[in-house]
């Protein structure tokens, strides 16, 4: 798993899965109502050079590059997750965030915003600052995220890791590497981290414990990784969500 968004007002997640062993990259639409995953039909060949932004309104959206070396995001391109099909692109701008007005995209030769409509990528009369944008988004991020919790990545050397890591040595004997994943919510506490096998991959594990610090939950997630991932996993609506193998959608209720 790399990385998990969602739209909270619609109850729709975006999943995006890498194999970084064969370059391969699939994204999922999920209705977290029924539990209806569908797969958007890219050609799996091109799909390694494509990436998840977010989801709004019905579409997942995804970026392209315009240096693969620095890994600069170019290109919008906008899909149906309810048939698959690309509904609108804008090649030219990077995507920048999510208000409450529309898709904020940045013109990456005058470093300028546009904002562009949501459902059509028509760009919008409207000027927005750099500062001002990013304020609009984090104010409707603010709104659209209140029913669900994203987990903060802590990479090996902060802080927070180390606070972390010496948790899970004193409650599994377990040697965390390289990033963990934490979230806490009323109730429980959500941990993903990665610990290294004999051939020297990296097995995910995912974790809850109560607020006493009693083990609830432990499964590994994925084994033989190459790397770490991010949005390992999801809380929305007291339910948690994680993909197990990349090919398992998992569901545990949390209340």
Not at 51 to 80: F, N
Not at 112 to 132: V, Y
Not at 163 to 187: H, N, P, W
Not at 231 to 246: E, G, P, S, V
Request: charge should be negative; glycine fraction near 8%; charged fraction near 15%.
């Amino acid at each position: 798993m790399w990385r998990m968004r969602l739209d909270a007002a619609t109850g729709l997640m975006a999943l995006e899965v890498r194999d970084a062993d064969l370059l391969l990259a699939d994204f999922y639409s999920l209705e977290t109502g029924p539990f209806t995953l569908s797969k958007l039909p890219l050609p799996a060949a091109k799909n390694w050079w494509l990436g998840l932004e977010d989801v709004h309104q019905g579409l997942l959206l995804l970026h392209g590059y315009g240096d693969r070396q620095t890994g600069q995001h170019k290109g919008i391109m906008a899909y149906s997750s309810q048939n698959g099909n690309l509904q609108w692109q804008q090649p030219e701008l990077a995507f920048y965030g999510v208000t409450a007005d529309g898709i904020l995209a940045l013109d990456l030769q005058d470093q300028k915003l546009t904002l562009l409509h949501p459902q059509t990528g028509t760009i919008l009369p409207e000027n927005m600052s750099l500062e001002g944008g990013a304020n609009a988004v984090a104010a409707y991020n603010l709104t659209r995220s209140q029913a669900c919790t994203y987990p903060m990545l802590y990479l090996a050397g902060e802080l927070y890791f180390t606070q972390v890591q010496d948790f899970l040595r004193d409650k599994l004997s377990a040697a965390a590497v390289a990033g963990i994943e934490y979230a806490e919510t009323e109730q429980h506490i959500v941990v993903s981290f990665y610990t290294e096998t004999a051939a020297g991959k990296l097995d995910n594990m995912l974790c809850v414990f109560d607020l006493h610090g009693e083990l609830q939950l432990q499964q590994r997630i994925a084994h033989g990784l190459s790397g770490i991932g991010s949005d390992t996993f999801i809380i929305f609506n007291h339910n948690l969500y994680f993909i197990q193998q990349r090919t398992i959608l998992v569901v545990y209720s949390l209340s």
